[in-house]
């Protein structure tokens, strides 16, 4: 079976969200990216940050999470991002179909 989820990863500007976005759809990696603008404090080599970042949310088959990791980490400006899954547990049917079919060929 399918384990579908979300992966959040945050990105320090609208560009770099919106390209990390365009182009895990485009390598069907993704089914759909959301994006959210969000503030996040964190401590960072020390120091505590507090900057407006961009969350995506990612909604994929996590069977593609190595890849969807790598690809990410290609792209990203930052030196350790945030790339998280979590599992769904339950969605409707429709919607996960739709979700299965835009990440395979």
């Keep these: 079976m399918t384990q579908y989820g979300i992966v959040l990863v945050t990105a320090g500007s609208d560009q770099e969200a919106q390209h990390l976005a365009t182009a895990l759809v485009s390598a069907r990696l993704a089914a759909c990216v959301s994006i959210t ?14 900057e407006a970042e961009y969350q995506l949310t990612i909604k ?7 890849s969807l990791v790598e690809r990410i980490q290609t792209l990203h400006s930052y030196d350790v991002p945030e790339i998280l899954a979590l599992p769904i547990g339950q ?11 835009q990440v395979r060929e």
């Design 37 to 50: 603008p969000i503030r996040a404090i964190y401590r960072w080599q020390g120091n505590i940050c507090n």
């Design 60 to 66: 994929t088959d996590l069977s593609l999470f190595d």
């Design 91 to 101: 969605g409707a049917e429709t919607y996960l179909n739709w979700m299965g079919e």
